[in-house]
């Protein structure tokens, strides 16, 4: 459209500076081109043509960056409910081999404004089979926070299990300890690491995207086996998160790519 739409306008232009070059050979601009009348239009047509071109070019990539956003919303969503539906898989995995029922949720890690991480509730990618009031309430904890299985395993990038005491609402702050559940014996977090966008390898200088918990109430039952099938629950834990490492990082790449698009539209608009 830009291509006819530039010819169309260089040929009636082009016809019009032939007319004009003509009328003035004898006398001065303004003369000739009140005399050229209706030659003039080849110059308005000529000039109309380009705008017009212009702007269904403009329309064009208006249109197409629409088209395009729409559907990395859409890749948003779909890649969120597959997540949801893995979470909800790996959860059930989880309490089968642990031989207890259990929760998994997702906690985001963000940045202040004084450089330090906390980590906060994605309160949609979480499986909530037990009952635990004081979760309602949380809001964000820091990652250097003591005793924070989550904290941990984000700052050593390393998926961790511990059971936790009768009285381990004594180990926290209160405005910490207002957030965790009195009634929760154990904990099992892994990191969900960053990863290169070009490589698709774990990035060592990048604070992880933040941390997967399973969490729950009732003690693992001993029995010969209880280290074993905790190694397998870690493994199911780490699995889910290399999982959403890779989700994460395709959909970084698909964010880049927008808002390269969207900065070639403004600079073609511009130019």
């Not at 208006?62 to 409910?81: I, K």
């Not at 209160?174 to 957030?179: H, L, T």
Request: aromatic share 8%; proline share 5%; net charge negative.
């Amino acid at each position: 459209m830009r291509l006819l739409a530039s010819v169309t306008s260089a040929v009636l232009i082009g016809l019009w500076v032939n007319v004009f070059t003509d009328a003035i050979s004898n006398v001065d601009y303004l003369t000739s081109l009140l005399r050229l009348r209706w030659s003039n239009l080849l110059l308005a047509l000529g000039i109309c043509s380009l705008v017009a071109g212009e702007s269904a070019t403009r329309r064009w990539a208006m249109l197409e960056r629409d088209e395009f956003r729409q559907r990395y919303l859409l890749l948003q969503q779909r890649q969120r409910r597959l997540l949801e539906n893995t979470l909800d898989i790996v959860c059930e995995l989880i309490s089968k081999t642990l031989h207890i029922p259990c929760n998994a949720r997702y906690f985001v890690a963000e940045e202040d404004h004084d450089g330090r991480y906390y980590i906060r509730q994605d309160r949609d990618l979480a499986v909530l089979n037990i009952s635990m009031p004081r979760e309602f309430g949380f809001t964000r904890i820091y990652v250097d926070t003591p005793q924070i299985i989550s904290g941990q395993a984000f700052r050593e990038r390393v998926p961790l299990y511990a059971e936790l005491p009768v009285e381990h609402s004594d180990w926290y702050d209160p405005e910490v300890g207002r957030m965790i559940e009195p009634a929760q014996r154990w904990v099992l977090a892994c990191p969900v690491l960053r990863l290169d966008v070009l490589t698709n390898s774990h990035a060592p200088d990048r604070p992880p995207h933040g941390v997967i918990v399973f969490y729950g109430t009732e003690v693992v039952p001993e029995g010969p086996d209880s280290h074993a099938r905790v190694r397998t629950s870690l493994d199911y834990a780490q699995r889910f998160a290399e999982q959403m490492s890779h989700v994460l990082n395709m959909l970084e790449l698909s964010t880049e790519l927008e808002l390269s698009t969207e900065t070639e539209t403004a600079g073609a608009g511009t130019g």
